[in-house]
């Protein structure tokens, strides 16, 4: 699968060239690479925000766009972007109300039940503006969980916090993972963040290409705080590391490289490819 963008000068830019992957039902992938590899490309293609020059995109069997509209695919942004004259309780309603089935599939009790699931239990009533920069991302993971997506994109969303808020961030994250379990696809510069949360890693190769590594992360769950400083952790994180400038040895060999240069590789999520 390819992307190419025209320029406003008329010519050709490849953002993402020869994809091949495909992510099954229930896993954490992270995808982890330089700034302008493509990364959040493949989260737009994924969501059905953007269609391939080339190739084909599919979740759950199906054109990402026609199944967005149904609740199966989530995104949790880099910001929180909730609407600041929205309560707390209105704005992790906000998808449910807006979907195509009328919305009200989610009632106050549920909202109150996610909010609670992220520590928020008492700040239902309290506009956007009266919550920390953490208190708010939790806002937005309660959101995209609430519809309970089949596929859940989040495009680095704890990039801007301070690292004990991180850390709380990806507990809450596995927290709910493992209770809903959809397939997610996670965006990060961060090495470490990519070992502790996902069960595979992307690495994508600096410039439009095919991927530069795909490593499983054969970490037992649940992954107790103090992980990052044992041997099999930094393992991991080393060979992340080495495939990230260039030296991945024999990374790709889980699955993820696109063989042949036609343009016909693959993105999918929930074991279907997209060619």
């Known amino acids: 699968m390819s992307r190419t963008f025209t320029t406003k000068h008329g010519t050709a830019r490849r953002a993402l060239a020869d994809l091949d992957l495909t992510v099954p039902s229930g896993q954490l992938l992270a995808v982890i690479g330089a700034s302008g590899c493509g990364k959040s490309t493949l989260l737009r293609l994924l969501g059905g925000l953007d269609q391939p020059t080339q190739g ?6 199906e054109d990402p ?3 967005k509209g149904r609740g199966v695919i989530g995104l949790v942004p880099q ?5 600041p004259w929205k309560s707390v309780a209105d704005n992790v309603a906000l998808l449910d109300n807006l979907g195509p089935w009328g919305g009200h599939r989610l009632d106050r009790n549920g909202v109150d039940l996610w909010l609670k699931r ?3 239990g008492q700040e239902g009533d309290l506009l956007p503006h009266q919550l920390s920069g953490g208190m708010q991302q939790r806002v937005a993971l309660a959101r995209a ?6 596929l859940l994109l989040m495009d680095e969303p704890f990039n801007a916090l301070d690292e004990i808020t991180r850390h709380h961030m990806q507990t809450l994250l596995i927290d709910l993972w493992r209770l809903t379990k959809p397939t997610v696809v996670f965006v990060t510069h961060s090495i470490d963040e990519a070992v502790k949360l996902s069960d595979r890693v992307v690495v ?5 290409g095919p991927i530069m590594a795909d490593l499983p992360i054969d970490l037992e769950r649940p992954r107790e705080s103090g992980i990052e400083d044992t041997p099999a952790f930094r393992q991991r994180a080393a060979a992340i590391r080495r495939a990230l400038i260039g030296n991945g ?27």
């Open 79 to 83: 910001s929180p972007a909730l609407l």
């Open 249 to 275: 040895e024999g990374g790709n060999g889980e699955g993820g490289n696109g063989e042949g240069g036609n343009g016909e590789g693959a993105a999918g999520a929930n074991g279907s490819g997209a060619k």
């Open 204 to 208: 994508m190769r600096d410039g439009p």
């Open 65 to 67: 766009r026609a199944v």
């Open 118 to 120: 992220v520590e928020l």
């Open 145 to 150: 969980f609430a519809i309970q997506p089949s």
């Open 56 to 61: 084909r995109v599919t979740v759950d069997g």
